[in-house]
């Protein structure tokens, strides 16, 4: 049985990898909607900022069933074994749709797999935040306190993330506007509306990420 240190190693430094994955994509988004850049260094940071993208999504995927395992080996929860094998295969699944849609850019399949992720994310979001506050009522499997708020925020995350994929959406017929016309007020418009839009979703991620970190190191009440 791995130790209760390790899992919560591993903890932190999923949290780490997924708050730094997303300032960078953040700092390359606002990159992208500079009008002064030329076109080849706006697309550069738009296609590292999906690429490094890849990083906190991934640490997303496994975050829940790692928290699983922190809960459980330290006491405070008993986790059946087909729980911890459901919550890795839904993982297990979540990673393959992401890899998915990364090969598939572009191409007809895309918009099919984006909308799949886009529901399996207002899933999650249901099922989580039932959950969630069942624990905060006091009812349900999960104890409540600052547990129960830790899963109900969680559950949040799953809205912010369906809100940055909404408001990015624009974007990338923008850009194949702003390759073939050159810039233009509405096209430039339509840039930032799309990147400030997903920038004020990632910013209540941000606050989502430090509360739960905040609640699970303190353990607040």
């Not at 997903?198 to 941000?206: D, F, M, N, P, S």
Request: net charge neutral; hydrophobic share 60%.
């Amino acid at each position: 049985m791995i130790d209760h240190g390790i899992w919560v190693f591993v903890h932190v430094m999923l949290l780490v990898y997924w708050l730094g994955g997303d300032l960078g994509v953040f700092l390359l988004a606002k990159a992208a909607k500079r009008p002064e850049l030329s076109f080849a260094e706006r697309a550069f940071a738009l296609k590292m900022a999906v690429a490094i993208d890849l990083i906190p999504r991934l640490c997303f995927t496994v975050m829940f069933p790692v928290g699983l395992h922190v809960a459980a080996s330290g006491g405070w929860i008993e986790v059946p074994g087909w729980a911890f094998a459901l919550a890795w295969s839904i993982a297990a699944g979540w990673i393959a749709l992401l890899v998915a849609i990364g090969r598939n850019e572009g191409k007809p399949l895309a918009e099919t797999l984006n909308r799949a992720h886009l529901a399996f994310q207002a899933l999650m979001l249901v099922v989580i935040g039932w959950f969630g506050l069942q624990a905060v009522l006091g009812n349900g499997p999960f104890p409540g306190g600052w547990f129960g708020a830790k899963i109900l925020l969680f559950a949040l995350i799953f809205a912010m993330g369906i809100g940055i994929d909404f408001a990015f959406r624009p974007i990338g017929p923008a850009f194949v506007r702003l390759a073939t016309e050159g810039s233009k007020p509405d096209i430039e418009a339509a840039i930032s509306t799309a990147v400030d839009g997903a920038i004020r979703y990632v910013l209540g991620l941000y606050a989502l990420l430090i509360a739960i970190a905040f609640l699970g190191i303190t353990k607040y009440f």
